[in-house]
Structures are given as structure tokens and as C-alpha cells.
């Protein structure tokens, strides 16, 4: 027996024991009948390799949370000298030199107006603690009727109990209602609402009038608004005017209401500076971070908030202080590969480098938002994304499934929310890596719309 006809069948035993043993997520795992699963073997770059040799261009960042390439020297550098020195310990009554320095720098990156950072392992998990802070704050303060929540239409903030709670997007929370507490919807600024004459800021500015609508009937119950930042990825990456912000800003100080800013997905540079909220110039009253920032390494995330919200816990009586944790908080590990992500942004200067890397992908991806099947082409940083015209309900429906296979028949991972195709790649793509990935995405879509 040859050596790739026993890898190609170790290949299979893998998968044949993956679907046997592994409940795979957001995932209905009879599709594997007829859509295999990857056996990934290991990641260069910007691509992963299967165990037969093939490879596939990580266009979407292994969801969203690769930034610098798979096996990136640096930060596999700092994860070793820190293995040797503290892999974990308690951050209840013990503290280290990496959750300390990860909290300053980030802290400096606001200026210094956000800090206190408070340490879980995943977004949904930092969404929880926001809301928790949020609602505890209000009560420690004499406002204990304020423990109603805001959300966007179309968001989406995590699939634990309280995050499902200020997500609005029916396939997670049909099945788990019962056990939620209902929110307030409002009006998305998603620039795709547009009406006839409209900019991208007058619909901006529209939502944030029903936002205020609201307030002015319910705020006096609402503790806080959560958004995501310039765009709301699992919506279908809908795109809108940093306006929206700076006007959601304002009318939750007129208030009396928080705003969370959930940067999971568009933080750590997505959106072209490195937190989304520095472009309408203002500060949320807490800020959600995870996926980029161990840069696809280690589950971490975090909430920033303000002294003031700070302060409001800090007291004798343990009742009034943050009661909330898990045994991870704070892995130094995790930290550690977090400072290795954000020495990599100051030390190549990555921010004015993905202006530049953005522009060449938008322009090898011209043809694209030309097509005659395509609608909607829209780009913010380091995402672009686009939506198939399919008239055909049961093609439609189908459409996200077969991109997705057929992306892997031309060497890419891509994963479409729907009938929206978008890319949403790696900080380091090379010119040849930005034409492949135009041409073959372009390629993909007409063999699957039937172009």
C-alpha cells in the first residue's frame, strides 16, 4: 500500500471517528452525510492543510478570529516562554505580570477612559458579564428597576441564556424562548434599508430616532443598549454609518442608559482602526472583546468599562461586588498570546498596512460588485461582503451549503450567512494570496448561481 492511499484512509478513519465521537457546532450533523467533514492536519499562514495535502485559504479567519496566520512565529514564541513560566493559576485572590500588562495596554488604547478589565473565555461569556455589570451597576446606584435590555434588529450577541436574550435572529432562538427574558428590538441602521433618497447616515440617523422613541416610553426600565460597532456580522454583515453611534451616544447619556459595545467580531482592527467605536469618536460605557485579540490562539475575552461603573462595586459589603467567574479567568497563557497579537499591530505598523491591503483586495474584487447577480457589495476594513440575487426559494436555501463546498473544490474556506457571501481574511495576505482569493471566490460564486 503506497503512502497517500494509507494517509487518504487515515484521512477517512479520522472523520469516520469525528462523527462518532464529536458534536460539531452550529452544525446539523446529518448534512455530513453528504457534506464531509475537513481533517484538518495543520495551519501555514494563511492556509490550513487537510490530511490528504490539500489546502484551503482561511478566508474567514477560522470564524473571525485568526489575525495574523495560522503558526505565526511570534506569537508561538511568546506561548512557549510562557509555558515554561505559569501556564495557570487563580486570578481570585492571586494575580501575573501577563493579565496586568494585557489590562494597561488595552486600557491606554482608549486613552485611558475605558479599564478595570474583567476576563472570561468567549464572546457570549462577555456579553453575560456586560449585562450582568450593567443591571448591577443600576442597582447598586438606586435603580433597581432598571433591567431591561436594547437590541438591534438582527443581532446577535452569543447563544448562552443571557446573550440569546439581546439576539435576535430566530433560527437560535426559537427553540430556547421559553427560557428567555425578552428584549426590546429596534430598528437596524443597516445601510441596505435605505429608501428612496436616503444615505447611509439618514437611515443611521432614522434608527436612532426609533431608539429614542423608545426611551422615551421605557427608560427609566432600560439599563443598557448592546450593539456591534459599524457592522452586524451574523446579520448578514450589515454595514452602517458610524453616525448611528456618535446619535446612540448621545441619547443614552440623555437618559441614563449604558451602552455596550459588542467588538468580539469588529474589534482588534476589522473595521480599520483597531476598536470600531474610535470612528464615530466616542467610548461605550462597556466594551466586549474576544476572537482577534489572542489572535485565533486561545479562548479569551474580556469587558472594559468606566471608573464610574467601576466605583459603584467597590465597597465592603461582598453583596455589592461583581460576583462572577469561571476557573480560567485571566490564563496567562491566553494573555500572554494577547500581548503577542498586539505587539505584532505596533510593530508592523498593521493598521496603515490593511489600508493599503484593503484597497488591492477591493480592487481585484471589482468584477464582483459589477456582477449581475450580486447586489449589495459593501466593505468596512478588513471585510467585504455581498448578496446573491436568487429567485429560486429552494435554491436560495441551499445557496450557503453548496458555496461552501464548492469553495472547497477551489482551495477555500468560506462559510455565507444566507444568501451573503463575505471575507473576512487574515492581516496578511500578499498580492498573489489577495488575486487568488478574488478570483477564485468570483469563480466559486458563478458555478454555484449557475452564471
Same mark, same amino acid.
Not at 426590546?184 to 441596505?192: C, I, K, T
Not at 461586588?321 to 498586539?342: E, I, K, Q, V, W
Not at 478574488?438 to 458563478?446: I, L, N, P, Y
Given at each position: 500500500m503506497n503512502a497517500s492511499l494509507k494517509t487518504h484512509l487515515a484521512a477517512t478513519d479520522q472523520v469516520a471517528r469525528s462523527l462518532k465521537s464529536v458534536w460539531h457546532p452550529c452544525t446539523q450533523m446529518q448534512h455530513h452525510e453528504t457534506v464531509p467533514l475537513v481533517p484538518v492536519s495543520h495551519g501555514r499562514g494563511a492556509w490550513l492543510y487537510d490530511t490528504d495535502g490539500k489546502r484551503y485559504l482561511d478566508a474567514i479567519s477560522s470564524w473571525w478570529v485568526n489575525l495574523f496566520g495560522h503558526a505565526n512565529p511570534r506569537i508561538n514564541a511568546a506561548l512557549k516562554e510562557q509555558l515554561d513560566t505559569l501556564e495557570h493559576a487563580m486570578l481570585a485572590g492571586f494575580t501575573h505580570e501577563p493579565v496586568i500588562a494585557l489590562s494597561e495596554q488595552l486600557s491606554a488604547r482608549t486613552n485611558h477612559v475605558l479599564g478595570h478589565c474583567f476576563y472570561a473565555s468567549d464572546?457570549?461569556?462577555?456579553?453575560?458579564i456586560a449585562l450582568k455589570m450593567s443591571f448591577h451597576y443600576w442597582r447598586n446606584t438606586g435603580h433597581a428597576d432598571k433591567r431591561e435590555f436594547v437590541c438591534l434588529k438582527g443581532s446577535y450577541h452569543g447563544e448562552t441564556v443571557g446573550a440569546l436574550a439581546?439576539?435576535?435572529?430566530q433560527l437560535f432562538r426559537d427553540a430556547y424562548g421559553p427560557l428567555l427574558q425578552q428584549a426590546?428590538?429596534?430598528?437596524?441602521?443597516?445601510?441596505?434599508a435605505a429608501e428612496q433618497g436616503e444615505t447611509p447616515a439618514d437611515v443611521a440617523r432614522r434608527a436612532a430616532k426609533a431608539f429614542e422613541t423608545l426611551l422615551q416610553d421605557r427608560?427609566?426600565?432600560?439599563?443598557a443598549i448592546i450593539i456591534e460597532p459599524l457592522v452586524q456580522c451574523a446579520a448578514g454583515m450589515a454595514m452602517y454609518d458610524p453616525v448611528y453611534l456618535s446619535e446612540v451616544r448621545a441619547l443614552c447619556d440623555r437618559y441614563q442608559v449604558h451602552l455596550i459595545a459588542d467588538e468580539i467580531a469588529v474589534g482588534c482592527g476589522r473595521t480599520g482602526t483597531f476598536f470600531a467605536c474610535e470612528q464615530a469618536n466616542i467610548?461605550?460605557?462597556?466594551?466586549?472583546l474576544s476572537k482577534g485579540i489572542s489572535g485565533g490562539y486561545l479562548p479569551l475575552s474580556l469587558v472594559m468599562t468606566r471608573d464610574e461603573i467601576y466605583q459603584a462595586f467597590y465597597d465592603a459589603d461582598v453583596r455589592r461586588?461583581?460576583?462572577?467567574?469561571?476557573?480560567?479567568?485571566?490564563?496567562? @497563557? =491566553?494573555? %500572554?498570546?494577547?500581548?503577542?497579537?498586539?505587539a505584532i499591530f505596533d510593530e508592523d505598523d498593521v493598521l496603515k498596512r490593511n489600508r493599503e491591503r484593503a484597497a488591492?483586495?477591493?480592487?481585484?474584487?471589482?468584477p464582483l460588485a459589477e456582477h449581475p447577480r450580486v447586489k449589495n457589495f459593501r466593505q468596512r476594513g478588513m471585510i467585504w461582503a455581498f448578496d446573491a440575487v436568487i429567485d429560486d426559494a429552494a435554491a436560495a436555501s441551499s445557496f450557503s451549503r453548496r458555496f461552501f463546498t464548492e469553495a472547497l473544490n477551489n482551495e477555500l474556506l468560506m462559510r455565507p450567512i444566507g444568501r451573503t457571501v463575505y471575507l473576512m481574511p487574515p492581516y496578511i495576505l500578499d498580492d498573489e494570496e489577495i488575486a487568488g @482569493? =478574488?478570483? %477564485?471566490?468570483?469563480?466559486?460564486?458563478?458555478?454555484?448561481?449557475?452564471?
Open positions: 464572546g457570549a461569556s462577555a456579553t453575560e439581546v439576539t435576535d435572529v426590546h428590538v429596534v430598528m437596524s441602521p443597516d445601510a441596505r427608560s427609566r426600565h432600560i439599563a467610548w461605550p460605557d462597556f466594551v466586549c461586588g461583581f460576583l462572577h467567574s469561571h476557573s480560567y479567568t485571566g490564563n496567562p @497563557l =491566553a494573555c %500572554r498570546a494577547a500581548l503577542a497579537t498586539l488591492r483586495m477591493t480592487e481585484a474584487l471589482a @482569493l =478574488a478570483a %477564485r471566490t468570483q469563480a466559486v460564486f458563478d458555478k454555484v448561481i449557475g452564471a
